[in-house]
């Protein structure tokens, strides 16, 4: 694969990573702090891990 399409597929496939997580607080994270405070916590503290994960933190 050319560097320009490499580069393109990337920044796709990362634009699809950013659509599912703004999905996933916008729905499962927002439920569950309006639901109940530790599950909130929760998953707060799950969305903290998946970012160190994908930021290799």
């Known amino acids: 694969m050319p560097p320009g399409q490499s580069?393109?597929?990337t920044h796709a496939l990362q634009e699809v990573a950013l659509g599912l997580l703004d999905d996933?607080?916008?729905h499962c994270v927002?439920?569950?702090v309006r639901a109940d405070e530790a599950e909130g916590?929760?998953?707060l503290d799950e969305l903290t891990l998946a970012l160190?994960?994908?930021l290799r933190l």
Do not use: E, I, L, M
Request: aromatic share 0%; charged share 35%.
């Open 7 to 9: 580069s393109a597929a």
């Open 24 to 26: 996933h607080v916008r």
């Open 30 to 32: 927002h439920n569950a």
């Open 41 to 43: 916590d929760a998953k």
């Open 52 to 54: 160190r994960r994908t």
